[in-house]
């Protein structure tokens, strides 16, 4: 399993350009879909668990997910193989690329690499909105985040009004029964 954890991170890490939320379609469609390791309701917890760690949001998710399904070992051999691709990376790039960086074609290849993240991204935007945002509560807080993110204000508020909405929505709730 160790391996495999390993592996799977690899590859999705060699693969994946645009950071931890353009890896997310990925990690589901390797471990939800191929390999039936997770479900979908597993994934969006540790979609979210992961957003609320300090840190990279693709080692945080390898973390909890290789945790889950192998303990610390696992843990650690999921952040490992999430990690490493990113590192050989930047040892090749300042290795060979130093002296191409001005050429055309590298940058159309980067602008290329920067579209097809952000469609990555805009995936699982959309995918997460599905999923986690059902009532008019839930599009409140996400309206109301956004706009905070929109207008340069720090994620941490987005998050912070969202918990406290949250609380308070529940203490509402429990009142009235």
Known sequence: MLLNLFWSFF????F???????????????????????TT????????????????????????AGHKLAGIKGGIAAAIGT?????????????????????????????GIKAA???????????????NIKTTFAWVIATIS???VLFDFSAAWSILIGAIAGVVSQCLISTKK
């Not at 590859?11 to 060699?14: A, L, N, Y």
């Not at 990690?83 to 602008?111: C, H, M, R, W």
């Open 11 to 14: 590859k999705i890490g060699f």
């Open 16 to 38: 994946t350009f645009g950071g931890g939320l353009a890896m997310i379609p990925f990690i589901q469609d390797e471990f939800i879909n191929k390999k039936k390791w997770l």
């Open 41 to 64: 309701d597993e994934m969006n917890e540790m979609i979210a668990l992961s957003q609320s760690f300090p840190g990279v949001i693709a080692v945080n998710i390898s973390i909890i």
């Open 83 to 111: 990690v490493l691709p990113a590192l050989l990376s930047i040892v090749l790039i300042l290795t060979f690329l130093e002296g191409f960086q001005d050429n055309k074609y590298v940058q159309y290849t980067f602008l």
């Open 117 to 131: 993240s952000a469609a990555l991204i805009l995936d699982t935007v959309i995918r997460l909105t599905k999923k």
């Open 146 to 148: 956004l706009l905070v």
